[in-house]
């Protein structure tokens, strides 16, 4: 079975500092990873999806960028943090090719910038 | 472009009376529509989806809903509330050719016992 995992769960930071964010897949071969930020526990916002390696979509222009150095890693990151940064974030895997694809999510990393 | 609402953002009903979820969307061509669950600190629990056929789709932990193309409504059912129930739901549509979802802003859930 597929598993999706995310680390860290949670993450302080200082404004002005680097972030790394990762998520890998576990199961499937050639998934489509999306990353998401949920603020505030409501809505989400679709931030970037990837439809194989090395090709990201970015659906918001931000100062958060991803890659996606092998099959099923997906790495969120940024140079230098805003406190608007902060929020839950979440990855996402679906399987391409299936009708409609279903996306499952991983459990998420609680970024809080100070 | 497609759209969700989710018109509630707090639902409460008593443990053991049925319980709706409202979501409404808004597509150019065929929808397809999920929900799923989020409880607090963790990420999001599909559970169910309607493709196309019968419009009641029945999923996990005992849920339903019906797809409604007249109203184009998509409401998450469940005859008989539990406390655990309690969450923050969302509703997402993807069209038919489309890429990605839209998840509506989420409905939170409070089953009192």
């Known amino acids: 079975s597929q598993t999706i995992h995310q680390w860290p769960a949670t993450l302080v930071q200082p404004v002005g500092s680097p972030l790394s964010l990762e998520c890998t897949v576990e199961?499937?071969?050639?998934?489509?990873l999306y990353w998401y930020r949920q603020a505030a526990g409501r809505g989400l916002q679709l931030l970037f999806y990837s439809v194989g390696i090395g090709q990201i979509s970015s659906e918001v222009p931000q100062n958060l960028s991803a890659s996606r150095p092998q099959d099923r890693q997906f790495i969120l990151s940024s140079k230098k943090l805003l406190l608007s940064d902060s929020g839950f974030y979440l990855c996402?895997?679906?399987?391409?090719?299936?009708?409609?694809?279903?996306?499952?999510f991983g459990p998420g990393t609680r970024l809080t910038v100070l | 472009a497609q759209s969700v609402a989710q018109p509630e953002d707090q639902v409460n009903v008593a443990e053991g009376n049925p319980l709706t979820v409202k979501c409404t969307y808004s597509?150019?061509?065929?929808?397809?529509l999920f929900w799923y669950v989020q409880y607090p600190n963790r990420g999001l629990q599909f559970l169910l989806k309607?493709?196309?056929?019968?419009?009641l789709v029945k999923g996990s932990y005992g849920f339903e809903a019906e797809f409604n193309k007249s109203q184009t409504s998509f409401h998450l059912k469940k005859p008989s509330a539990l406390v655990s129930d309690s969450a923050l739901y969302f509703c997402?549509?993807?069209?038919?050719?489309?890429?990605?979802?839209?998840f509506g802003p989420g409905t939170r859930l409070s089953v009192l016992p």
């Open positions: 996402a895997w679906s399987l391409p090719g299936s009708t409609p694809d279903t996306q499952y």
């Open positions: 997402a549509v993807r069209e038919d050719y489309g890429q990605n979802f839209v």
């Open positions: 597509v150019s061509g065929n929808p397809y």
């Open positions: 199961g499937t071969s050639n998934p489509n």
């Open positions: 309607y493709i196309t056929g019968d419009n």
